[in-house]
């Protein structure tokens, strides 16, 4: 387990969701580095980071590979608990329809994400899982933190993957021509 901000805490809750999602926006380089879809996950627990994950499909042959599930394996690991109670899940992207059910199976109390995602998103844009009544748990789900961030990584490499052309390492920052 990592210790989050070992120097100074963040001034404000909002400072504190965009420097956790700078970690997960690492975990998305990775995964583009491995020439997979650029989604990073982190968990945290109190002021320590318990899990991450890269998107891991393509390497995995998983479709259930995404970083998020990946970032709860390893958060259920270190904590050694079928549920992450008082854990928060950072995602450059809103989890999709699978990840959002292994959240709320897990426990987690809040939720942070980046892009929303049109296609598959779980939260908001798709479906509304977390809205779901009858649901013996509620996550607190805030999106938006780093979410052009996020989606210029996404649509760079998707972008590029198109165009068929290398995927070389990924940018630490998107050119704004490649934001169009």
């Not at 992207?93 to 199976?105: F, R, Y």
């Not at 009858?134 to 789900?141: D, K, P, T």
């Amino acid at each position: 387990m990592t210790l989050l901000f070992p120097l100074r805490e963040p001034e404000s809750q909002r400072e504190r969701d965009e420097a956790i999602m700078e970690l997960a926006l690492r975990q998305a380089r990775a995964a583009w580095e491995a020439e997979e879809v650029p989604v990073g996950a982190v968990v945290v627990r109190g002021k320590q980071i318990i899990g991450r994950g890269a998107n891991g499909v393509e390497a995995l042959k998983d479709a259930t590979a995404h970083a998020e599930m990946l970032a709860l394996s390893q958060a259920f690991a270190a904590a050694g608990e079928k549920r992450l109670v008082d854990a928060e899940l950072y995602c450059t992207l809103e989890p999709c329809i699978q990840c959002t059910g292994a959240l709320l199976h897990a426990r987690i109390k809040r939720l942070v994400y980046g892009a929303a995602d049109p296609k598959f998103g779980g939260v908001e844009s798709l479906a509304r899982l977390l809205e779901l009544p009858g649901l013996n748990h509620r996550i607190e789900a805030v999106g938006g933190v780093l979410a052009e961030e996020s989606a210029a990584l996404l649509r760079e490499f998707f972008r590029r993957k198109r165009a068929k052309q290398p995927l070389a390492d990924a940018p630490e920052q998107i050119p704004p021509s490649s934001q169009e």
